[in-house]
């Protein structure tokens, strides 16, 4: 399950999200914490990642940059909605 600050973080990003619909997703060969939530507009993924901030680029930021990049040329990708470098 993600953590309060997390789950605090995505209620405040998608007002209309249900926090009691969280179900965790399986491991996907990362340290993510994948969960799915329900939203009004159907339903969202919420990944948690706390990871040291430093001017490195790390996984959190190349799943951001690939998923545009792909997505801006057509293939199909999860599309990242919100993205907070400090919390992971």
């Known amino acids: 399950m993600p953590s309060a600050d997390a789950l605090a973080w995505a209620r405040r990003a998608f007002p209309g999200l249900d ?13 993510r914490t994948l969960t799915r939530l ?7 993924v919420l990944v948690e990642n706390p990871v040291e901030v430093t001017a490195a680029v790390n996984e959190n930021d190349a799943f951001g940059y690939l998923a545009a990049h792909l997505g801006a040329r057509g293939i199909p990708v999860p599309g990242v909605l919100a993205y907070k470098r400090s919390r992971g």
């Open 19 to 31: 926090p009691l619909s969280a179900r965790p997703l399986p491991p996907a060969g990362s340290s």
């Open 38 to 44: 329900s939203h009004t507009g159907g339903s969202l």
